[in-house]
């Protein structure tokens, strides 16, 4: 999988890993990533879904409601928050690969409220998959990299010239920053089952 430590560190930008990344890469990249994140829930329970972890630093500034903005998110809200992101960036990206230029936002968010059970997560995880490959081929033969948007604040990677490749790398980029989440949810829920099995073998 592609290392964005570097960029997080600040030791180079989106763009210039753009600039060592190919389409077919993006391709590649994003099955590594839907992979990573199958792999990360295959002992996944329908009540680890819903389980809600302790997360002390939980802020969300683009929560719908006030009491949301503070609430630690459940396995399938992170699910459907990342796939959305990468799936807004693929999407995007297309528009500029054919030589549009940016014209407002393409996100939807499935509710979180719905994911439930563990096949809606893997269901989720692969029409995501299927969604944003299929974006990839509405690439053009010979994609407009010179196309691109002037990145705006609060975006870290504001003033630079973003182009497909690396608004693609963007929403992968996202979507990394949660796959320790995705282990740290699973991992608390195994450990209240554990106290929990441990509370009912003293009682």
Known sequence: MLDFTPVRNREMTIVDLAATV???????????????????????RDEDVVFVPQDPHAHDPGAKTPEEVRMAWTLGHVIVHTTAGS???AFL?????????????????????TMKTVSQL???LEESRRMR?????MWPDEPHLDVY?????????????????????QGLMHEDSHRAQVREI???AREADYA????????
């Not at 490959?133 to 081929?137: C, F, H, T, Y």
């Not at 929990?196 to 009682?203: K, V």
């Open 149 to 169: 948007y002037i990145a705006q604040p609060p975006s870290p990677n504001a003033g630079l010239k973003v182009n497909a490749i690396a608004r693609f790398l």
């Open 93 to 113: 990206a297309a528009e500029l690969a054919r030589g549009v230029e940016l014209h407002g936002r393409s996100r939807y968010e499935v509710p979180w409220t």
């Open 196 to 203: 929990s099995a441990r509370r009912n073998a003293t009682s």
């Open 133 to 137: 490959l299929a974006s990839l081929d």
């Open 87 to 89: 799936e807004e960036a």
């Open 22 to 44: 190919t389409k077919d890469d993006l391709r590649t990249l994003t099955n590594e990533m839907i992979d990573d994140y199958l792999a990360a829930i295959a002992d996944a």
């Open 122 to 124: 893997r269901q989720r």
């Open 186 to 188: 699973l991992r608390q």
